[in-house]
């Protein structure tokens, strides 16, 4: 999964920006109601069904999405080296 940044803030010489080097966005679940939470997953769908099945088993009714994003701070090259 390839994410655009929406915005790429600069400090001095040091650059952020979203870290592909590794896993992608980690999603998970947690309801609201009482507080269980779905297993992490590197898409959606597994914690959507989870959801799905404990809105079916418990009655509960209000999810809260969970994404965790990775990003890598790069301390810049100096313009003006050659
Ligand atoms: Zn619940």
New binding site residues.
């Given amino acids: 999964m390839v994410t655009t940044p929406r915005a790429v803030w600069r400090f001095a010489d040091w650059l952020l920006q979203p870290d592909t080097s590794g896993s992608g966005p980690i999603f998970e679940s947690e309801?609201t109601?009482?507080?269980?939470a779905s297993d992490a997953s590197d898409g959606k769908e597994g914690p959507e069904v989870w959801c799905l099945r404990?809105a079916g088993a418990?009655g509960?009714t209000g999810f809260r999405a969970v994404v965790t994003s990775f990003f890598r701070a790069r301390l810049l090259e100096r313009d003006g080296a050659g």
Avoid: I
Avoid at 33 to 36: A, E, L
């Fill in positions: 309801c109601t009482c507080g269980d404990h418990t509960h």
